[in-house]
């Protein structure tokens, strides 16, 4: 028995933290209404701060991304300075790609041309209304 317990402990490392009495109450609270122990709480949480750590950078992104869109809309696509630059949502994950002219050859040779085709019924309001 011994023996087993030492190779399990020469696989398994421990991580330690203190933390205050009232913040251990609200952590075992937690595992509590999650059905789990708060060693498996924990673990949970260490090992889900990845995917919580590219949740957070997308969703930076996607704030700083709608926060100029709100910022360059009354200006227009000269806010570019002749760059055409748009974004569509990935049909996929819903993240944003980012369409550029700055990308010559699939500007020219693939998104221009579907962009002249989807928006060649459109006008000016005005030249509508001739």
């Known amino acids: 028995m011994e023996e087993r317990v030492k190779r399990w402990h020469r696989s398994?490392?421990?991580v330690q933290?203190?933390?205050t009495r009232e913040e251990f109450e609200k952590v075992k609270e937690l595992a509590l209404k999650m059905?789990?122990?708060v060693s498996e709480?924990?673990?949970k949480a260490i090992l889900d701060a990845g995917k919580l750590e590219k949740e957070t950078y997308w969703k930076g992104f996607d704030d700083g991304w709608y926060r100029a869109l709100?910022?360059?809309e009354d200006e227009g696509p000269f806010m570019f300075?002749?760059?055409e630059e748009f974004a569509v949502s990935c049909p996929k994950c819903g993240k944003p790609m980012l369409f550029s002219s700055r990308f010559k050859e699939q500007w020219e040779s693939k998104v221009k041309p579907i962009l002249?085709?989807?928006f060649s019924n459109w006008a000016h309001v005005d030249c509508f209304k001739k």
Request: glycine share 4%; charged share 30%.
């Open 70 to 72: 709100d910022e360059v």
């Open 35 to 37: 059905k789990t122990s």
């Open 41 to 43: 709480l924990v673990r």
């Open 12 to 14: 398994h490392v421990r």
């Open 116 to 118: 002249a085709k989807a």
């Open 81 to 83: 300075l002749g760059i």
């Open 17 to 19: 933290a203190y933390v």
